[in-house]
């Protein structure tokens, strides 16, 4: 069984920075592309960014250059650097794997709050 566990998540002032870590539990060969995404209240779920299994990353235009995505095989583990972080940014960050012919996978979620 595939497990993602976020964690990270937490109160940071404008302008600061938050690492975002997935641990990620389980069989997951075949993964093709694992995310990063957020969901504010009242909005629906966007993605953030998102890695493929040959390295490609992608970002969405309201973080490119502020935020980057990684992952460290050896540990299991996809990470999201949240730098110069805006109030806009506030909202509930969730992982997610992508698996082919098994399909998507989720974590529960980690609070992200931008306030001064």
């Known amino acids: 069984q595939v497990q993602l566990v976020e964690s990270g998540g937490g109160l940071v002032q404008p302008g600061g920075s938050l690492r975002l870590s997935c641990s990620v539990s389980g069989s997951i060969f075949g993964w093709s592309l694992m995310g990063w995404y957020r969901q504010a209240p009242g909005n629906e779920r966007e993605l953030v960014a998102f890695?493929?299994?040959?390295?490609?990353?992608n970002y969405a235009d309201s973080v490119k250059g502020r935020f980057t995505i990684s992952r460290d095989n050896v540990k299991n583990t996809l990470y999201l650097q949240m730098n110069s972080l805006k109030p806009e940014d506030t909202a509930v960050y969730y992982c997610?794997?992508?698996?082919?012919?098994?399909?998507?996978?989720w974590g529960q979620g980690t609070q992200v709050t931008v306030s001064s």
């Open positions: 997610s794997v992508r698996i082919i012919n098994r399909g998507n996978y």
């Open positions: 890695i493929t299994a040959g390295g490609i990353t």
